[in-house]
């Protein structure tokens, strides 16, 4: 069966180098149960027995006339794309960070199925990983954490093991049958509607490029003046990669006393991490950092396995700002940035994205110091995650972080999502220009208790405002 392969998700592949490729991935560490000694050879053996579903065997077809098409194959080999690994124990949390990172690091072959699973023995504590490693054009962070979800259960007692990739079933609405004439009615309709996302489209890139080339103002927000950092440094075949565990009552609780979302706090934490490690580099940016944040545009009635994301480009908080100042700043700029992508509608919003993109990959193979224009720092997203402990034939989830990918120019991918009372920080970077992130993600984490000591003062001069007599 072969289907065409969607606009952004075909960008994935056109961007693709060998020392930039377009996959993603997610990193589950797990607690043995007892009384189990075989708990990793039997899903390992699940894994290799399964048949995989769409996306998951899948190929892309380029041909020499016509759109890229998916091909669906009928067989793959087990032994390629299932992997059983083993850390010299007790390994440690960092060892697997950098065994991640060398996995992680190479490209997935076109001619097979894009993805990959390792399962991972000999952490410390009685622990194991698994790593599933897909290409971003078969699914985003979204669809592929409802996969994710789907294979674990809320059960130790359930021992029967859910490949995620016999579970992926890329479903679309079924066209409605109907005459020539209501045909020819429906597809020129929603070609009228795709041609005039892209003109709404081209005029917005068009505004902020101009906006761009007048240069970095702090009394106004211009598109492509990201300050240059060694995030925007050449990016090579070599990727470091950490997490960090916050808790989730925690950051509510900052979010409530600022009147802030949990994106905000999330933002904010990580840009001040972020900047103490510049810092701490010697390379403390002239003004704000910019972040990419993608934006679901996912129709909750529509299940599909694909991508369908939006993007903002929100500046920060200033370099040296107090935490609570950042955070401030951070909403301020957020809101303004979700107001502006608003106005463009769904079609026009997925089509900024994809030009927006293109055009980020353009400025950096031309050399964007030329012009003075680029783009941002770093991609920080969010994925929804579980809200209750889960299991994997009796293995208890202790943690869950993504491994990302990075777009050309942009060296440091965050991801962060929500399990079990917690909200874990993925971070991967360009290796060769972030050599260690595992401080980045220490300081993520002090960042937090900053803007819990800010929350803390805030609260309690409104408690004493409000006692005050008239």
């Given at each position: 069966?072969?289907?065409?392969?969607?606009?952004?998700?075909?960008?994935?592949?056109?961007?693709?180098?060998?020392?930039?490729?377009?996959?993603?991935?997610?990193?589950?560490?797990?607690?043995?149960?007892?009384?189990?000694?075989?708990?990793?050879?039997?899903?390992?053996?699940?894994?290799?027995?399964?048949?995989?579903?769409?996306?998951?065997?899948?190929?892309?077809?380029?041909?020499?006339?016509?759109?890229?098409?998916?091909?669906?194959?009928?067989?793959i080999d087990p032994s390629h794309h299932v992997l059983h690994l083993a850390?010299?124990?007790?390994?440690?949390?960092?060892?697997?960070?950098?065994?991640?990172?060398?996995?992680?690091?190479?490209?997935?072959?076109?001619?097979?199925?894009?993805?990959?699973?390792?399962?991972?023995?000999?952490?410390?504590?009685?622990?194991?990983?698994?790593?599933?490693?897909?290409?971003?054009?078969?699914?985003?962070?979204?669809?592929?954490?409802?996969?994710?979800?789907?294979?674990?259960?809320?059960?130790?007692?359930?021992?029967?093991?859910?490949?995620?990739?016999?579970?992926?079933?890329?479903?679309?609405?079924?066209?409605?049958?109907?005459?020539?004439?209501?045909?020819?009615?429906?597809?020129?309709?929603?070609?009228?509607?795709?041609?005039?996302?892209?003109?709404?489209?081209?005029?917005?890139?068009?505004?902020?490029?101009?906006?761009?080339?007048?240069?970095?103002?702090?009394?106004?927000?211009?598109?492509?003046?990201?300050?240059?950092?060694?995030?925007?440094?050449?990016?090579?075949?070599?990727?470091?990669?950490?997490?960090v565990a916050l808790p989730l009552r925690d950051m509510k609780a900052v979010?409530?006393?600022?009147?802030?979302?949990?994106?905000?706090?999330?933002?904010?934490?990580?840009?001040?991490?972020?900047?103490?490690?510049?810092?701490?580099?010697?390379?403390?940016?002239?003004?704000?950092?910019?972040?990419?944040?993608?934006?679901?545009?996912?129709?909750?009635?529509?299940?599909?396995?694909?991508?369908?994301?939006?993007?903002?480009?929100?500046?920060?908080?200033?370099?040296?700002?107090?935490?609570?100042?950042?955070?401030?700043?951070?909403?301020?700029n957020t809101r303004a940035a979700k107001a502006q992508l608003g106005t463009?509608?769904?079609?026009?919003?997925?089509?900024?994205?994809?030009?927006?993109?293109?055009?980020?990959?353009?400025?950096?193979?031309?050399?964007?110091?030329?012009?003075?224009?680029?783009?941002?720092?770093?991609?920080?997203?969010?994925?929804?995650?579980?809200?209750?402990?889960?299991?994997?034939?009796?293995?208890?989830?202790?943690?869950?972080?993504?491994?990302?990918?990075?777009?050309?120019?942009?060296?440091?991918?965050?991801?962060?999502?929500?399990?079990?009372?917690?909200?874990?920080?993925?971070?991967?970077?360009?290796?060769?220009?972030?050599?260690?992130?595992?401080?980045?993600?220490?300081?993520?984490?002090?960042?937090?208790?900053?803007?819990?000591?800010?929350?803390?003062?805030?609260?309690?001069?409104?408690?004493?405002?409000?006692?005050?007599?008239?």
């Amino acid at each position: 069966m072969s289907t065409p392969i969607p606009m952004l998700d075909l960008m994935f592949f056109l961007t693709e180098t060998v020392d930039n490729p377009r996959h993603v991935g997610s990193v589950l560490i797990l607690k043995r149960p007892r009384g189990n000694p075989e708990v990793v050879r039997e899903i390992v053996a699940a894994y290799r027995a399964a048949k995989p579903l769409p996306p998951f065997n899948r190929i892309p077809v380029f041909r020499k006339s016509g759109m890229p098409l998916w091909q669906e194959v009928e067989r793959i080999d087990p032994s390629h794309h299932v992997l059983h690994l083993a850390l010299p124990s007790p390994g440690s949390d960092q060892q697997l960070h950098e065994l991640i990172a060398d996995l992680h690091a190479p490209i997935l072959e076109r001619h097979r199925p894009g993805w990959k699973v390792y399962v991972i023995e000999g952490l410390a504590g009685n622990r194991f990983a698994i790593y599933h490693k897909v290409h971003h054009a078969l699914v985003d962070g979204e669809s592929g954490m409802a996969i994710l979800r789907r294979s674990l259960v809320d059960s130790p007692r359930d021992r029967h093991i859910r490949p995620t990739v016999a579970l992926a079933t890329a479903t679309r609405p079924r066209p409605t049958p109907h005459g020539l004439r209501e045909t020819l009615e429906l597809e020129a309709q929603r070609l009228a509607r795709r041609t005039l996302s892209i003109g709404r489209s081209s005029i917005r890139i068009a505004e902020e490029t101009l906006g761009g080339l007048l240069g970095y103002s702090p009394a106004h927000a211009r598109a492509f003046t990201a300050p240059r950092t060694p995030m925007n440094d050449p990016i090579f075949n070599a990727r470091s990669i950490s997490h960090v565990a916050l808790p989730l009552r925690d950051m509510k609780a900052v979010a409530r006393v600022w009147d802030a979302t949990l994106n905000d706090v999330a933002l904010c934490v990580v840009d001040a991490g972020v900047n103490r490690y510049l810092r701490a580099m010697g390379r403390a940016p002239e003004h704000p950092l910019v972040t990419i944040c993608p934006v679901s545009l996912h129709d909750a009635k529509v299940k599909q396995a694909t991508t369908n994301v939006s993007a903002i480009w929100p500046g920060l908080g200033p370099v040296s700002a107090p935490i609570d100042r950042r955070l401030r700043t951070i909403m301020a700029n957020t809101r303004a940035a979700k107001a502006q992508l608003g106005t463009l509608g769904r079609d026009a919003a997925y089509s900024y994205a994809v030009m927006a993109f293109a055009l980020s990959e353009t400025l950096t193979i031309a050399r964007p110091e030329a012009l003075g224009l680029l783009p941002a720092n770093m991609l920080i997203s969010n994925v929804r995650g579980p809200d209750r402990p889960l299991y994997l034939n009796g293995a208890r989830l202790e943690a869950l972080f993504p491994v990302s990918t990075l777009i050309a120019g942009v060296g440091l991918n965050v991801t962060f999502m929500s399990y079990a009372g917690r909200v874990v920080f993925g971070f991967t970077a360009n290796g060769s220009a972030l050599p260690e992130v595992e401080s980045m993600a220490r300081y993520t984490a002090e960042a937090l208790g900053a803007l819990q000591r800010a929350s803390a003062k805030r609260a309690g001069s409104a408690r004493r405002t409000t006692r005050r007599p008239a």
